[in-house]
């Protein structure tokens, strides 16, 4: 059974910063392509960020500069450093790992910035 568990989300102030987690089972992590995506109310789910097995990475260009994705294949998990938060990153994040054909998603985490 494939499980992806996303934690780390929360309340920020604009400014802050916050460390998502996204920790996969049932699945050979490294082979798999992980993205984070984040969709806020009334509005389409966007890709934010994706890091492929091979550690190559890209960002939507509202991100660029102040959000950092990372993956640790020991530990089979995807992180998502989001630093210099602002209000339009309110939203809810979820993880996605893609491979083999197919793609599992998590089942999100709520960032919330506001002060």
């Known amino acids: 059974q494939v499980q992806l568990v996303e934690s780390g989300g929360g309340l920020a102030q604009p400014g802050g910063s916050l460390r998502l987690s996204c920790a996969a089972s049932?699945?050979?992590?490294?082979?798999?392509?992980m993205g984070w995506y984040r969709q806020a109310p009334g509005q389409q789910r966007e890709l934010v960020a994706r890091?492929?097995?091979?550690?190559?990475?890209n960002y939507v260009d509202s991100v660029k500069g102040r959000f950092t994705i990372s993956r640790d294949n020991a530990k089979n998990t995807v992180y998502l450093q989001l630093n210099s938060l602002k209000p339009e990153d309110t939203a809810v994040y979820y993880c996605?790992?893609?491979?083999?054909?197919?793609?599992?998603w998590g089942q999100g985490t709520q960032v919330t910035v506001s002060s």
């Open positions: 890091i492929t097995r091979g550690g190559s990475t």
């Open positions: 996605k790992a893609s491979g083999m054909g197919r793609d599992y």
């Open positions: 049932g699945i050979s992590f490294s082979t798999y392509n």
